[in-house]
């Protein structure tokens, strides 16, 4: 391809994205939608772009795509809203990801997939993406506990998704049944990853508020995040733990300072924040329409996947939200189905989806289909559901299962019902029958007895008569013949 059309579609690209962030501002429907899309377009449809032509520039782009991500999201987790919303988001986050985790492993086995894979899967899908749910939240106004629930849900469970996902990935590579050393090498592996990500936020802290200079810029800072991922990777870690402990310890740098008895002041100034959100944007503009160029259209069967898995995790999602959600005063009642129709998969998901096969784990190649149609599912799904709420057209999961409930059960109630007042109508009709029904006489009973039995009895009743005069006749026979003569002598 020239380099004036990689330019053109690379401008392109970059104001659609923009175009895309407006639309979302004012219609509410995020902008991943939108750059998948495009994505599709230039990709499978229209061939303008086919995922070979990329070569190992994506495996680069996608690992730079999850570190940032942590970091950029590790930015706006403040210790002291960690703490407030902490039992709420810890709840959400664990019970939402482990029934997600069991629900996807259980279709996939379904599918036919053996367990490694299906675990793979469930895991890598288990969280909500940071990149679509802190855009919308912060531009629907949900109470702001709620919102911060979402925004720590989002953050928690990206952690947990790639923690899960590399630990099943360690696990197979060690190919070691032993529970014990498998344990002993994980533990070690993240609390290699923390404690770097620790060490270099704080050191970095330091330098930025001791050197003005560096604090103005940027880049160095990045230039610094991506030192510590690779001496983290290098040490056989995690770099992406690593990349999201530095960016909550840069986000917190004013706490840290004044626990350090240092003036008590930001390291990161409002134009560095802008700076490095302009690159996420950047960052996520790219990767989405990347996610969309992979995304094969010809496959039936891993997009019904998809599919499935997008629908389920819709069904799911209120049980969190019931066990994790606190009623607050004045509180908006679009704010819980707002909370149970945050499923969407983003980043995260999209990039540990080439984790695996990244690292040579057998048949992880027939993850990625599944993934990116289930990441396009459930954003579909969370952008109908927010418009629907936002137009009092939708009242939510919870709602809407409880009411599908309440007719089915009343329908077999009725049913029941209907069934027994039969029964009992049928008992009353009896029984008045048998009240009012006359005994029948003797001689009735001939006439409702059927026509054959009739003349049966009839017959033999008519012989047994014409018995009984033949017996009489012969009586009188014998008496005329016995006691007649007798007489006569008496006489004479």
């Not at 706490?255 to 100034?269: F, G, Q, R, V, Y």
């Not at 990347?290 to 019904?304: A, H, K, V």
């Amino acid at each position: 391809m020239a380099v004036d059309i990689i330019f053109a579609t690379v401008g392109i690209i970059i104001l659609l994205g923009f175009l895309s962030d407006i639309i979302f501002s004012r219609t509410k429907i995020p902008d991943v939608l939108w750059l998948i899309l495009i994505g599709i377009l230039i990709g499978p449809l229209f061939n303008f772009v086919k995922p070979n032509a990329l070569g190992e520039a994506a495996s680069i782009f996608t690992s730079f795509a999850l570190l940032f991500i942590l970091f950029e999201g590790g930015l706006h987790i403040r210790i002291k809203d960690l703490m407030k919303s902490m039992y709420g988001a810890t709840t959400i986050a664990i019970v939402n990801f482990i029934l997600t985790v069991l629900v996807i492993t259980g279709i996939a086995t379904y599918f036919g997939w053996d367990m490694t894979n299906s675990l793979l899967l469930g895991t890598i899908l288990g969280g909500t993406s940071s990149a679509v749910v802190v855009p919308i939240v912060r531009k629907l106004q949900i109470g702001k506990e709620n919102s911060l629930v979402l925004i720590l849900e989002s953050a928690f469970t990206d952690v947990l998704c790639i923690v899960a996902a590399l630990t099943i990935v360690q696990i197979v590579k060690l190919d070691s049944i032993s529970l014990g050393g498998v344990l002993n090498s994980l533990f070690g592996s993240f609390a290699i990853a923390i404690f770097v990500g620790l060490i270099a936020g704080f050191v970095w802290i330091l330098l930025l508020e001791r050197f003005e200079a560096l604090s103005r810029s940027y880049i160095s800072t990045i230039g610094m995040l991506l030192i510590v991922f690779g001496i983290t990777e290098f040490a056989q870690s995690s770099g992406a733990i690593a990349a999201l402990v530095f960016g909550i310890l840069m986000g917190n740098s004013r706490k840290i300072l004044s626990l350090a008895e240092h003036e008590d002041e930001d390291t990161l100034s409002s134009s560095a924040r802008a700076f490095f959100s302009q690159i996420s944007f950047f960052v996520k503009t790219f990767f989405f329409v990347y996610i969309g160029i992979l995304t094969s259209l010809t496959e039936f069967r891993p997009i019904l996947l998809g599919l499935l898995i997008a629908v389920a995790i819709f069904l799911i999602r209120p049980i969190s939200v019931k066990i994790a959600f606190k009623p607050q005063e004045n509180q908006n009642p679009q704010d819980k189905p707002i909370m149970e129709a945050m499923i969407p998969k983003g980043l995260a998901a999209a990039v540990l989806a080439q984790v695996p096969m990244q690292e040579g784990i057998a048949g992880s190649a027939k993850l990625l289909t599944p993934v990116f149609a289930t990441i396009f599912f459930t954003i579909v799904i969370t952008t109908i559901t927010v418009f629907l709420i936002k137009h009092n057209k939708y009242q939510g999961t919870s709602e809407l299962m409880i009411r599908l409930f309440n007719k089915a059960f009343s329908k077999t109630l009725a049913k029941k019902q209907s069934d027994k007042e039969i029964i009992k109508n049928f008992e009353k009709k009896a029984a008045k029958v048998a009240v009012k029904k006359p005994i029948p006489k003797k001689g009735k009973q001939l006439k409702k007895q059927p026509l054959k039995k009739a003349k049966n009895n009839l017959k033999k009743k008519t012989q047994q008569k014409n018995k009984k005069k033949k017996i009489n006749k012969q009586i009188v026979a014998l008496q005329k013949q016995f006691i007649t003569p007798v007489n006569k002598k008496n006489k004479l």
